[in-house]
């Protein structure tokens, strides 16, 4: 089974400031997936990334695969206190017709006014 | 994306009881999971829930603890058994329609006493 380790676990900044959170893993996901939950509520998928290198933006969010496909990043710029929340990243293990998410820790992102 | 109903939303139960809880996909999904979220945590996969057949479970979940149905592709049940305190937690349903990605339904909030 793989791990993913996701940094940080915990981030307080202000509005305005970027930030980026991390997902590593030493082998290669199928695909990786990045969702955000706010308190009360389930994950909501934000992005998946599938291709080496590929990069996708959701308004002031960057997504990145790498070239390996073993890690990826989130990049927020310009945070505002709506992208509070508990981000996830999770990377698709496929084998055979098998299947199985391996989930990041988390990191609980506070974005201050 | 699916939409994803659970029942009930929240639930305060007294130990050494049971709960079912309900999980409703708004249209056909190939594969249902159930995990277990402690607040501002990641996931932890309990089981995957088979169309037909016995859930498949993880390393440390037992059917006796949490028997779960799925008696069709859009339906499935989780029972949480002879419940302790440490039973007390979020659980969230979660389907797979195609490719890799997985829509979550709102969570459970367990709280045993």
């Known amino acids: 089974t793989q791990l993913l380790e996701q940094s940080p676990q915990f981030l307080s900044i202000q509005e305005g400031e970027n930030l980026t959170v991390y997902c590593n893993s030493s082998?290669?996901?199928?695909?990786l997936q990045w969702y955000r939950q706010e308190p009360g509520e389930g994950p909501v998928l934000l992005v998946t990334?599938?291709?080496g290198g590929e990069v996708k933006k959701l308004k002031r969010l960057t997504f990145q695969f790498g070239d390996a496909r073993k890690d990826s990043s989130l990049h927020i710029t310009a945070a505002q206190p709506g992208d509070t929340g508990l981000y996830l990243c999770?990377?698709?293990?496929?084998?055979?017709?098998?299947?199985?998410?391996?989930w990041g820790a988390g990191t609980k992102l506070i974005i201050k006014p | 994306s699916a939409v994803i109903s659970q029942k009930p939303s929240r639930d305060i139960c007294q130990r050494g009881t049971s709960l079912t809880i309900q999980c409703q996909v708004d249209?056909?999904?190939?594969?249902m999971f159930w995990y277990r979220q402690q607040p501002g945590q990641s996931l932890t996969l309990i089981a995957t829930?088979?169309?037909?057949?016995?859930?498949?479970?993880e390393s440390g979940f037992v059917i006796d603890k949490f028997p779960i149905s799925r008696p069709n592709l859009t339906f499935s049940t989780l029972t949480v058994s002879n419940m302790s305190p440490e039973d007390s937690s979020i659980y969230l349903c979660?389907?797979?329609?195609?490719?890799?990605?997985?829509?979550f339904g709102p969570g459970t909030r367990l709280t045993v006493t």
């Open positions: 999770a990377g698709a293990e496929v084998w055979d017709s098998n299947y199985q998410l391996i």
């Open positions: 082998s290669v996901f199928s695909s």
């Open positions: 990334v599938v291709t």
């Open positions: 249209s056909q999904v190939t594969m």
């Open positions: 829930a088979n169309q037909g057949s016995e859930a498949t479970y």
């Open positions: 979660s389907a797979r329609r195609r490719g890799y990605e997985q829509y």
